[in-house]
């Protein structure tokens, strides 16, 4: 069977890697939006999931192959799960990730620190069907350690360990993070959809 090729709706670097890491053990090519070109797709969605299904829609019908997007972002208790869908603007707004840390710590110093991540995967075909899969990771908020990961890997500690995201080796992550139980409930149909 030759090689399916699957595009994946982002064009950030750590992303790209982390899903083309997942789906290693599949026959299958993964293309970035950006390799193909495909414009970016603004979020104009209010949750992870309806961000999520614009994105793979929209390259989807644009590359005319079968896409994969995936929204996800940091919930923080203490400031009503916020940043949430915004994770990243916030760390834009903030002047870069290292900055939006210190402005989170200060924002839960002396207060709940706990927070999740939150990972929404789409799958969309270009005849429009479409179905999605979510995951989530509950930890703690600490200060940055760590130089693995990206985004906000070197604040979050995940419950039941004593190392943050960017301390953890990239398989020992991708078993527990949000993105990995995401991708997981997704290769779980992802045969079917190679046989379609």
Do not use: W
């Not at 192959?65 to 919930?75: F, K, R, T, V």
């Amino acid at each position: 069977m030759p090689t399916m090729q699957l595009v994946f709706a982002s064009r950030n670097p750590g992303k790209i890697k982390e899903i083309q890491d997942l789906l290693r053990p599949f026959d299958v090519q993964v293309l970035s939006a950006g390799e193909l070109d495909v414009p970016a797709v603004e979020e104009t969605g209010e949750t992870f999931e309806e961000n999520a299904l614009l994105k793979a829609v929209a390259v989807s019908k644009a590359s005319g192959l079968p896409a994969i997007a995936d929204d996800s972002g940091l919930c923080v208790h203490a400031l009503k799960d916020a940043p949430g869908v915004h994770t990243a603007r916030f760390a834009e707004k903030c002047g870069g990730y290292s900055q939006a840390f210190d402005a989170l710590l200060k924002e839960v110093a002396n207060k709940d620190a706990s927070a999740h991540f939150a990972c929404v995967i789409a799958f969309a075909f270009p005849n429009g069907t479409t179905q999605t899969f979510s995951g989530r990771v509950d930890g703690t908020l600490v200060p940055p350690e760590g130089m693995d990961g990206f985004g906000f890997d070197p604040i979050f500690m995940p419950n039941g360990y004593n190392m943050t995201f960017a301390q953890m080796p990239a398989d020992e992550k991708n078993k527990i993070s949000h993105r990995g139980q995401a991708v997981a409930a997704f290769l779980e149909k992802f045969q079917d959809f190679i046989e379609k």
